[in-house]
């Protein structure tokens, strides 16, 4: 890869993470990346990212919670239905909940 000199500073700053949390500059780069991609998204759409489903089994998966009024996870619906694996959820779960706000805290 090629980096120009007006990318130095943030060349450095990956490096400098990289040694702080002890993994490799990629590592650090794909983390920083999912975080982008993944920030706000719901778990239906970290799952469809994911490939583990498809749209529209999260949107018969939603429409079935919208007729409980709510009183059912998406992610028990999915798994219910056989739409997706617990080790597809658990993952999409994981990637959500790294990047959600401790209650009552905004996110910058």
Not at 1 to 10: A, K, S, V, W
Not at 77 to 88: H, K, P, T
């Amino acid at each position: 890869m090629y980096f120009g000199e007006e990318d130095r500073y943030l060349i450095e700053l990956v490096d400098r993470k990289a040694r702080q949390e002890r993994k490799s500059r990629s590592a650090v780069v794909l983390s920083i990346l999912e975080e982008h991609f993944e920030r706000e998204k719901r778990i239906g759409e970290v799952l469809v990212d994911l490939g583990a489903v498809t749209p529209r089994q999260v949107e018969e998966a939603l429409e079935l919670q919208n007729r409980a009024k709510g009183a059912r996870l998406l992610g028990e619906i999915l798994l219910e239905r056989g739409f997706v694996d617990e080790r597809a959820l658990t993952r999409a779960l994981t990637i959500q909940a790294r990047f959600k706000a401790p209650a009552g805290q905004k996110r910058g």
